[in-house]
């Protein structure tokens, strides 16, 4: 390498660094223009790329460099970490895999593995990753709370919260010690409680936005509306700009039946991040009980909806292990609420009716929450499968296994 190569790829770096991207790729792209083949300028250009937040490009460079070096564990973990911020798991996970084949010990690529094998719904190696960077840094917070969760949404809650009780004890004065304990109560439904964790977080950080938007939701739930609209007013001052608080707040504003400025909250959230499929959802929702809803409008906010959750399901399946010919049709029910709820009450009056010599019936179900009438409806069940916090990803492949 030249020492006028060297000094560019310096200067670059130093640029990227100071987050001058557009200065930094420009020195970068006249390196490629006289030397396509220099590895540490894609790399750079790579990251660049990624710190724009343009993902597929950032992609096609670090594509290009592992081209010229297949084995560089870096640039492997790179292209792993951008094809993650496209939503492109399971692209991430192969390529972070094949990172740790060459370096099994690398701290970033170990957590990267547990979060997309996470989101896969590949628990088993998420959970070894975790535990491999527990056994390197046994105090690990992150790994703790990564794998605290994990065992949450697997259900192995008395795991998990011996877990959270030792961060409680070795991590006494950390915001996240009380942030993420409230937030693995707010998953079992446990408010009260959670509220009291997300209180103690703020009295830490009280500059934290997220601390306050999750005490709103945890408030909503146990009724302190006013509370709760107070508690997300604070997110909003705090960053203006965050497409998730706007939502959390139309939610607080539906539920004092405020639908006109609920549908302006949602609005907002969807101006700042146009893909926003929950505030479409709750949008379209509060417009269906306002007295002021215009029919054609309501319609093109319905349609551009449906075209960002087909685009959103970019994985299509293309074989299936049933019976192509079944003797009994399978039936799934997919709900939170198979309990005593609207929902539940309806089903319930439903299967009681179906034949079980004709039907086989699947119940995948998305809440913690059980009761009596989820007792009395199990039996008519041939599977009862619990998705409390798997992602869409990971649902559809176990409902596609059945």
């Not at 004092?256 to 479409?280: H, M, Q, R, T, V």
């Not at 198979?338 to 998305?366: C, M, Q, W, Y």
Request: one cysteine or more; aromatic letters at 10%; proline letters at 3%.
């Amino acid at each position: 390498m030249s020492t006028t190569v060297k000094h560019q790829l310096d200067q670059a770096f130093l640029l990227l660094n100071n987050g001058q991207i557009d200065k930094s790729k420009e020195i970068l792209e006249l390196i490629l223009k006289n030397s396509h083949r220099n590895i540490d300028a894609l790399q750079l250009l790579g990251i660049a790329y990624a710190s724009d937040g343009n993902f597929s490009q950032a992609i096609d460079t670090f594509s290009r460099a592992i081209k010229l070096n297949p084995t560089n564990h870096q640039l492997l973990f790179n292209r792993a970490n951008a094809y993650c911020e496209n939503k492109q798991y399971t692209l991430a996970l192969a390529d972070v895999e094949k990172s740790l084949l060459i370096n099994n010990f690398d701290y970033d690529a170990l957590t990267l593995h547990g979060f997309c094998s996470t989101i896969c719904g590949r628990y088993d190696k998420a959970i070894t990753s975790y535990n491999t960077i527990l056994k390197l840094y046994p105090n690990d917070l992150k790994a703790l709370i990564s794998k605290g969760h994990l065992l949450i949404d697997t259900l192995k809650h008395s795991e998990a919260f011996s877990i959270f009780h030792s961060i409680l004890v070795n991590h006494p004065h950390s915001f996240e010690t009380y942030f993420e304990y409230g937030n693995a109560l707010l998953k079992l439904y446990n408010f009260e409680e959670a509220c009291l964790f997300y209180e103690k977080a703020i009295s830490i950080d009280p500059n934290h936005a997220d601390a306050y938007s999750n005490r709103c939701n945890a408030l909503r739930k146990i009724h302190r509306i006013h509370e709760a609209l107070d508690s997300i007013n604070k997110s909003i001052a705090i960053n203006p700009n965050s497409a998730n608080y706007h939502n959390n707040k139309g939610n607080v504003l539906l539920d004092c039946g405020e639908l006109n400025l609920a549908s302006e909250s949602f609005e907002k959230a969807i101006e700042i991040n146009p893909s926003y499929l929950d505030a479409y959802s709750n949008l379209l929702f509060t417009i269906n009980y306002s007295q002021n809803k215009d029919a054609k409008q309501t319609l093109e906010i319905a349609k551009k909806y449906g075209e960002l959750v087909a685009s959103a399901a970019t994985k299509k399946f293309t074989t299936w292990t049933c019976d192509p010919n079944p003797s009994k049709l399978r039936l799934g029910f997919i709900s939170g609420d198979l309990r005593n709820h609207p929902v539940g009450f309806f089903i319930e009056g439903l299967i009681e009716k179906l034949d079980s010599s004709r039907f086989d019936l699947f119940a995948f179900v998305t809440s913690p929450l059980h009761d009596d009438l989820s007792d009395r409806v199990m039996p008519f069940f041939n599977k009862w499968i619990s998705l409390q916090g798997l992602s869409d990803v990971a649902s559809a492949n176990l409902i596609h296994e059945q």
